[in-house]
C-alpha cells in the first residue's frame, strides 16, 4: 500500500517563505502531486513531479527526491490567501487513483 | 462553463433513507473517481471509472454503488444511510494517467441525522 507523511500544520508570516515536507512509502511510483484545499472548497491541482527536481510556477515550487522518498512544496511571498490545506499525493504503478496524505494546514499571519 | 459540476451540494437526510449524489464533467476526461473527504479532512479513495469501466472499488460497504452511463458521468447512490457516512464526497476526473492533475467538483457535504 501507500503511505504518505506531512506536518499537520504550519504557521507563517505575509512575506514569508514556508516549506511543506512530504514523505512517502508506496511500492512503484509514479509521481508526487501538491492540492491546495481552502476551507469549503475543492482540492485544486498546484503541481506535479514525476522526476528528480524543482518544478516552478510562479510564487509556488515542488520539489522531488526519489532516492529519497521525499518531496516538498515551496511557498514563497507569502499572502493571506495562501491560508489553506495542503495535500501532497501519490499514485503508484498498481493503482490508478491518487493516495493523499492527511494534511498541512497552513496559516499566514499578517 | 464549470469543469466537474456534482449536485446536489448539500444533503440533510434521515438514517436509513437511500440518496444518490450526480457529477458530471465536460473536460473529455477518461477516468472519473469518487473520494470521501472526513471531519479530519482526509481524502480517501472509494471508486474510479476509465471509460465507463470500474477499474477501483477500495473497502467500502456494499451500500453504495457508483454508475457511469457514459464517461462524462458518475453518478454515486448510498443505500440504507448511516450516521458514520456523514463526510464530504467529491468526485473528481482526469486524463488517463492523472499526471496532469485531477479536477475536483465543488464537493457534496452530506449529513446523515
Known amino acids: ?110 | 462553463d464549470t469543469a466537474v459540476s456534482q449536485t446536489p451540494k448539500y444533503l440533510v437526510t434521515q438514517m436509513g433513507n437511500d440518496k444518490s449524489i450526480k457529477c458530471e464533467q465536460n473536460l473529455g476526461h477518461d477516468t472519473m473517481y469518487w473520494y470521501k473527504q472526513d471531519s479530519k479532512k482526509f481524502l480517501k479513495i472509494m471508486f474510479s471509472y476509465n471509460n465507463k469501466e470500474l477499474i477501483i472499488n477500495e473497502t467500502v460497504p456494499n451500500r453504495f454503488s457508483p454508475k457511469s452511463p457514459d464517461k462524462a458521468h458518475l453518478n454515486l447512490h448510498i443505500n440504507s444511510l448511516e450516521l458514520g457516512d456523514s463526510a464530504v464526497y467529491f468526485c473528481a476526473s482526469s486524463p488517463l494517467g492523472g499526471g496532469l492533475g485531477y479536477t475536483f467538483g465543488s464537493g457534496t457535504r452530506l449529513t446523515v441525522v
Open chain 1, 1 to 110: 500500500g501507500q503511505s504518505l507523511e506531512q506536518p499537520s500544520e504550519v504557521t507563517a508570516v505575509e512575506g514569508a517563505i514556508v516549506q511543506i515536507n512530504c514523505t512517502y512509502q508506496t511500492s512503484g511510483f509514479y509521481g508526487l502531486s501538491w492540492y491546495q484545499q481552502h476551507d469549503g472548497g475543492a482540492p485544486t491541482f498546484l503541481s506535479y513531479n514525476g522526476l528528480d527536481g524543482l518544478e516552478e510556477t510562479g510564487r509556488f515550487s515542488s520539489f522531488l527526491s526519489r532516492s529519497d522518498s521525499y518531496g516538498y512544496l515551496l511557498l514563497q511571498e507569502l499572502q493571506m490567501k495562501d491560508s489553506a490545506s495542503y495535500f501532497c499525493a501519490v499514485r503508484d504503478t498498481g493503482r490508478r487513483a491518487l493516495t493523499f496524505g492527511s494534511g498541512t494546514r497552513l496559516q499566514v499571519q499578517p
